[in-house]
């Protein structure tokens, strides 16, 4: 055993240095984990791929419950005038899943406001299915205010197959560069 390591094995742990706290000079400086894109990391073209994730039936019964959407169609399984077999799921929740990954991880800080938003469900989601989403970046247009941008995307869903659930069009106001 050498002096560098423990009676476990492990290497001794980094010497304690004094932490930097909020307000101190050097702080706001110390890069944030998790951050999002400013628009001047982003190019007209530029595809990214979302996180993907299977759809539960808490998901499903947590979501309908919060939002008020207690339609039959999602809350009796042996519903009569049920146009599909399955569980099917509110399209609001495919898209506030996907919305929840991009808010995650590319703008995360970075969006300042969504602007406009056009929706289209081209086929359904169950329980049991699992979705994700390529973003692809259409517009920036520069603002004459703080350095800030219009950013549109255009988002499309798809399932486990393949199969394209639904698309949106999303122009949001993206922070730039020295504003997060």
Known sequence: ????????GKPP????????????PGYAQ???MGR?????????????????????EADLVNFVN???M???IFLDTTFEGAAMRG??????LTYTFIEGFILQSMIQGTGLAMLE???QILAPVCVGDSIEALVEVTDIRPTSQSGRAVVTSRVDVFNQSGTQVMRYVATRLLAGEGQT
Request: aromatic residues 6%; without cysteine.
């Open 117 to 119: 938003l056009h929706q």
């Open 30 to 32: 110390v890069p944030r």
């Open 87 to 92: 569980r099917p799921v509110p399209g609001a």
């Open 66 to 68: 919060a939002t008020g």
């Open 13 to 24: 742990a980094p010497p304690a240095s004094a932490a930097l706290k909020p307000g101190q």
């Open 70 to 72: 207690l339609e039959a």
């Open 1 to 8: 055993m050498t002096s560098s390591s423990s009676a476990t």
């Open 36 to 56: 999002g894109f400013v628009w001047q990391e982003l190019q007209v073209g530029q595809q990214l791929r979302t996180f993907r994730r299977t759809i539960t």
